[in-house]
């Protein structure tokens, strides 16, 4: 392998572009997928995480990136899905030259690409990655850290889907079963604190969830723990999958809704749900604040421009969750099936 490698991967039928990319000077090596750049670029967050496996880092990526798709349809944004993931310890103080490395691979793409934060990334490392390229959003000195306004979304959708099973979107006495209290997890404990919602939370991070019981009065939980807690909503804010073989039968909440990207591990799953009587509202729905967000740099929005479209994932959620309902189908099935038929629109367009 050279100093610096580019390699195409097989993308698969249902992405255009899966690339593995590698700066062994710096110890960079990335997975960055396109899952569509049809509607317009494909936008989505940089994920740094140490990943067992190449194979582990593509599935995500490929996950992630098809998310982003769905989430931005939804949304009615102008831009496809993508994602990029740093294969590493993202706890590394040496930082600059590695997302100096990823900004350049960004670039290799042409605006085909626009990159933010994700997981395991900040503001501060996309500024790094800007001297390398002007296609990232989530920069410091524009949009800046999306986690309160995607925890803010989370919420609206939260409440929508609270008016859609017990008629009310009033959270006052109601138990939250938050699992991920880092940043978007914490701006949402305090959205529901701030309701009189009743809070409970883990996180791998002792100290997260110590601010959060010290700040918000929450009860903490273990992390294998807050699956199985006696609450009205679980809140999954950390990674996907959380809802899985081992974890679907120990839940005892009403409604699933939270801020993690691809919290069914497999689709059957969302049918359990269903089966189960628990509402799961779609994750890419909920979730889209923070892309909201970055509209500010994408499409030169104001503060209040983007605050309203975000506010109103509530009314987006609201509508889907009633026509799943009249359709007969789980809220998850319905969405893919909007996003599916807006995404092949805007191909139909493209093609003319």
Same mark, same amino acid.
Request: hydrophobic letters at 40%.
């Given at each position: 392998?050279?100093?610096?490698?580019?390699?195409?991967?097989?993308?698969?039928?249902?992405?255009?572009?899966?690339?593995?990319?590698?700066?062994?000077?710096?110890?960079?090596?990335?997975?960055?997928?396109?899952?569509?750049?049809?509607?317009?670029?494909?936008?989505?967050?940089?994920?740094?995480?140490?990943?067992?496996?190449?194979?582990?880092?593509?599935?995500?990526?490929?996950?992630?990136?098809?998310?982003?798709?769905?989430?931005?349809?939804?949304?009615?944004?102008?831009?496809?899905?993508?994602?990029? !993931?740093? =294969?590493?310890?993202?706890?590394?103080?040496?930082?600059?030259? =590695?997302?100096?490395?990823?900004?350049?691979?960004?670039?290799?793409?042409?605006?085909?690409?626009?990159?933010?934060?994700?997981?395991?990334?900040?503001?501060?490392?996309?500024?790094?990655?800007?001297?390398?390229?002007?296609?990232?959003?989530?920069?410091?000195? %524009?949009?800046?850290?999306?986690?309160? !306004?995607?925890?803010?979304?989370?919420?609206?959708?939260?409440?929508?889907?609270?008016?859609?099973?017990?008629?009310?979107?009033?959270?006052?006495?109601?138990?939250?079963?938050?699992?991920?209290?880092?940043?978007?997890?914490?701006?949402?404990?305090?959205?529901?604190?701030?309701?009189?919602?009743?809070?409970?939370?883990?996180?791998?991070?002792?100290?997260?969830?110590?601010?959060?019981?010290?700040?918000?009065?929450?009860?903490?939980?273990?992390?294998?723990?807050?699956?199985?807690?006696?609450?009205?909503?679980?809140?999954?804010?950390?990674?996907?999958?959380?809802?899985?073989?081992?974890?679907?039968?120990?839940?005892?909440?009403?409604?699933?809704?939270?801020?993690?990207?691809?919290?069914?591990?497999?689709?059957?799953?969302?049918?359990?749900?269903?089966?189960?009587?628990?509402?799961?509202?779609?994750?890419?729905?909920?979730?889209?604040?923070?892309?909201?967000?970055?509209?500010?740099?994408?499409?030169?929005?104001?503060?209040?421009?983007?605050?309203? %479209?975000?506010?109103?994932?509530?009314?987006?959620?609201?509508?889907?969750?009633?026509?799943?309902?009249?359709?007969?189908?789980?809220?998850?099935?319905?969405?893919?099936?909007?996003?599916?038929?807006?995404?092949?629109?805007?191909?139909?367009?493209?093609?003319?």
């Amino acid at each position: 392998m050279s100093a610096i490698d580019i390699q195409e991967i097989d993308p698969g039928p249902e992405h255009e572009k899966v690339m593995l990319c590698s700066d062994p000077d710096c110890g960079y090596r990335a997975i960055i997928a396109i899952h569509s750049s049809v509607p317009g670029p494909a936008v989505g967050g940089t994920r740094f995480w140490n990943y067992a496996s190449d194979e582990l880092a593509r599935v995500d990526a490929l996950r992630l990136s098809r998310g982003m798709s769905y989430k931005n349809a939804m949304a009615g944004l102008p831009f496809g899905g993508g994602k990029a !993931v740093i =294969i590493g310890d993202n706890r590394t103080v040496d930082r600059e030259q =590695i997302f100096r490395a990823h900004g350049r691979f960004v670039e290799s793409f042409a605006g085909r690409l626009i990159t933010a934060e994700d997981i395991g990334t900040t503001p501060a490392d996309l500024e790094f990655v800007r001297l390398e390229t002007n296609h990232v959003a989530g920069l410091l000195s %524009k949009s800046g850290d999306p986690s309160p !306004v995607t925890a803010y979304g989370v919420f609206r959708a939260l409440q929508a889907s609270a008016r859609h099973r017990w008629g009310d979107d009033e959270l006052i006495g109601r138990t939250v079963a938050i699992q991920g209290c880092g940043s978007t997890g914490y701006h949402l404990a305090k959205e529901l604190h701030a309701t009189g919602a009743r809070l409970v939370v883990a996180d791998i991070d002792p100290q997260r969830v110590a601010r959060v019981v010290q700040e918000l009065q929450a009860t903490a939980v273990s992390p294998d723990e807050i699956v199985n807690s006696d609450a009205d909503i679980f809140a999954p804010c950390a990674f996907g999958g959380i809802i899985n073989d081992q974890t679907i039968d120990k839940l005892r909440v009403e409604i699933v809704v939270g801020s993690a990207n691809n919290q069914l591990l497999a689709a059957k799953h969302g049918d359990a749900l269903a089966e189960l009587g628990i509402l799961y509202a779609p994750d890419y729905v909920a979730n889209a604040g923070g892309v909201i967000n970055g509209c500010r740099e994408l499409l030169s929005w104001d503060e209040q421009t983007t605050r309203s %479209k975000v506010k109103a994932i509530y009314e987006t959620m609201l509508t889907l969750l009633e026509q799943a309902k009249n359709e007969g189908l789980p809220p998850f099935r319905m969405a893919d099936q909007i996003a599916e038929q807006r995404l092949l629109v805007a191909r139909n367009l493209h093609t003319r």
